[in-house]
């Protein structure tokens, strides 16, 4: 009779490899590109000063 079970491996051994590392370093990455954009953005805004008030 032919034994279709795996081998035993060890549980600490198995980790996220290569791919997970690519995944994190990309969401770094975009991250990265977000936030200098994001701060691109707010730099554009103009803020109405307190003397410049028009209501008057």
Known sequence: MISIATPATDPTSIGPGLLGFIVVAAIGVALFFLIKSM????????VPHEGNSKSD
Do not use: V
């Not at 701060?39 to 103009?46: C, P």
């Open 39 to 46: 701060n691109r953005q707010i730099a554009k805004i103009e």
